[in-house]
């Protein structure tokens, strides 16, 4: 018997391109389809997982193009197809060549640290005030949709004043977090993503590394001290300072997500939840961002807490803690 059609879509490196196009129109055009941004990568991850380089690379030439023509600017094209589907198609390939997942979630983490901080650094030294100009590229999109709404709904004075106020204040805020919240929110889409790609490889003959469990998961205990470093750091500090440390410690609190993640994958094994459920608070995670703060929190105080002994059968504490 064939295996159902989803699992084969990185036999043909072509086709996975522009499915990855695919993924990408539907979820910039429709937005109730916006979900399927969280799956750009997986088909660049299944056809490096199942292609030598000089094969799999045929798969960034439609989804490179496509995006092209989705917007002339040349500079959106290229981020999207270096860091949604050439870096998946070369973490596809160190599945192939034998790579665990957890050295790709590594690899990951370190490189999205260190462009976010070579990027603000660099902002830093040649004088740009990075926050400012966020800010600045975000204010033509409030006017816009502050002169549309005049225009079509003819909205009152009052409405007006405390639509702006509002987003303003959302620009004031996105302005400061912004690069982190772009690199998190990428690392967690590819990690995720690297995580589906080895079992769906798995499950297709694809000789792949052995599953690591995510129960066991844990996040090095050194990390936690970057975290406070930068959280210190945005504390007692004004300006650029103050915008290093909030970025930096936005993204290093994000391994801390697959920690808590593991607490509830623990949970749900030893009491044995029924799949169904767990997909379903899978999905959640999707769609419930306060989830995702509630794993992030979960995670960095069982640094400490080490809350998966008090249901786990070994009560020992890890080696290290």
């Given at each position: 018997?064939?295996?159902?059609?989803?699992?084969?879509?990185?036999?043909?490196?072509?086709?996975?391109?522009?499915?990855?196009?695919?993924?990408?129109?539907?979820?910039?055009?429709?937005?109730?389809?916006?979900?399927?941004?969280?799956?750009?990568?997986?088909?660049?991850?299944?056809?490096?997982?199942?292609?030598?380089?000089?094969?799999?690379?045929?798969?960034?030439?439609?989804?490179?193009?496509?995006a092209s023509l989705l917007d002339g600017n040349l500079?959106?094209?290229?981020?999207?197809?270096?860091?949604?589907?050439?870096?998946?198609?070369?973490?596809?390939?160190?599945?192939?060549?034998?790579?665990?997942?957890?050295?790709?979630?590594?690899?990951?983490?370190?490189?999205?640290?260190?462009?976010?901080?070579?990027?603000?650094?660099?902002?830093?030294?040649?004088?740009?005030?990075?926050?400012?100009?966020?800010?600045?590229?975000?204010?033509?999109?409030?006017?816009?949709?502050?002169?549309?709404?005049?225009?079509?709904?003819?909205?009152?004075?009052?409405?007006?004043?405390?639509?702006?106020?509002?987003?303003?204040?959302?620009?004031?805020?996105?302005?400061?977090?912004?690069?982190?919240?772009?690199?998190?929110?990428?690392?967690?889409?590819?990690?995720?993503?690297?995580?589906?790609?080895?079992?769906?490889?798995?499950?297709?003959?694809?000789?792949?590394?052995?599953?690591?469990?995510?129960?066991?998961?844990?996040?090095?205990?050194?990390?936690?001290?970057?975290?406070?470093?930068?959280?210190?750091?945005?504390?007692?500090?004004?300006?650029?300072?103050?915008?290093?440390?909030?970025?930096?410690?936005?993204?290093?609190?994000?391994?801390?997500?697959?920690?808590?993640?593991?607490?509830?994958?623990?949970?749900?094994?030893?009491?044995?939840?029924?799949?169904?459920?767990?997909?379903?608070?899978?999905?959640?995670?999707?769609?419930?961002?306060?989830?995702?703060?509630?794993?992030?929190?979960?995670?960095?105080?069982?640094?400490?807490?080490?809350?998966?002994?008090?249901?786990?059968?070994?009560?020992a504490d890890p080696p290290?803690?």
């Amino acid at each position: 018997m064939n295996p159902p059609w989803w699992k084969e879509i990185g036999r043909h490196p072509v086709a996975a391109g522009f499915l990855g196009l695919a993924f990408l129109l539907l979820s910039t055009r429709m937005p109730l389809l916006m979900p399927l941004q969280f799956f750009l990568p997986l088909p660049f991850l299944l056809a490096g997982g199942r292609h030598e380089l000089r094969r799999a690379v045929w798969a960034l030439l439609p989804f490179g193009v496509g995006a092209s023509l989705l917007d002339g600017n040349l500079l959106y094209p290229a981020i999207m197809s270096v860091m949604f589907a050439a870096v998946p198609l070369a973490f596809g390939i160190s599945l192939r060549n034998g790579w665990p997942v957890t050295l790709g979630w590594s690899l990951l983490f370190a490189g999205g640290g260190v462009l976010l901080l070579g990027i603000i650094l660099g902002s830093m030294l040649f004088g740009l005030d990075l926050q400012a100009a966020l800010q600045a590229s975000m204010e033509p999109v409030r006017d816009h949709l502050l002169a549309d709404m005049q225009e079509k709904a003819q909205a009152e004075a009052l409405l007006l004043a405390q639509t702006r106020a509002f987003l303003d204040q959302m620009i004031e805020t996105l302005s400061w977090v912004f690069p982190s919240a772009f690199l998190s929110t990428w690392f967690l889409i590819q990690s995720g993503n690297l995580w589906m790609a080895r079992n769906v490889l798995e499950r297709t003959g694809q000789d792949v590394p052995k599953g690591e469990g995510l129960s066991d998961f844990r996040v090095p205990f050194f990390l936690v001290w970057a975290v406070i470093a930068f959280g210190v750091l945005a504390m007692v500090t004004q300006g650029s300072g103050r915008f290093l440390g909030v970025n930096m410690l936005l993204f290093l609190t994000m391994p801390y997500f697959f920690q808590g993640l593991a607490i509830i994958q623990s949970l749900f094994l030893r009491y044995t939840l029924h799949p169904f459920l767990r997909g379903l608070f899978y999905a959640l995670l999707i769609v419930r961002l306060e989830l995702n703060l509630i794993l992030i929190l979960l995670g960095l105080f069982d640094t400490w807490l080490d809350v998966r002994k008090y249901f786990n059968r070994a009560d020992a504490d890890p080696p290290g803690r």
